[in-house]
């Protein structure tokens, strides 16, 4: 009985967290790598759309270039690759989207 409530109560507090598959990035001042910055991770890809935009309307960009934006799903770091002090790391996603 005991353990039958406890599974009980494993089961509900699993379908009470919420997940967050996609993860933000802008490249604000030049719209390309490695100028990128992590903004967060959300729930869909239209919250992680509307995020990215709202960032780069803040930002100004260098002479001549086009910031740009784009949303990863189920991203992962991936440490074959270097990177420089201050880049973020490389990610690996599962697919990616703007």
């Known amino acids: 009985m005991k ?9 509900a507090l699993a379908g009470c967290a919420k997940t967050y598959p ?6 604000p001042k030049t719209g390309t790598l490695p100028y990128d ?4 991770r959300f729930g869909t890809l239209e919250e992680c759309r509307a995020a990215s935009l709202a ?11 086009t910031p740009d934006y ?5 991203c992962r ?3 074959f690759f270097p990177t420089d002090p201050g880049q ?3 990610r690996i996603c599962d697919e990616t989207s703007k």
């Open 22 to 27: 996609w993860e933000g990035f802008v490249y």
């Open 55 to 65: 960032v780069l309307s803040k930002t100004i960009p260098e002479p001549g270039a």
């Open 3 to 11: 353990a039958a409530a406890l599974g009980l109560l494993a089961f």
């Open 70 to 74: 784009e949303c990863g799903l189920n």
């Open 37 to 40: 910055l992590a903004i967060g």
């Open 88 to 90: 973020l790391p490389m």
């Open 77 to 79: 770091i991936d440490d």
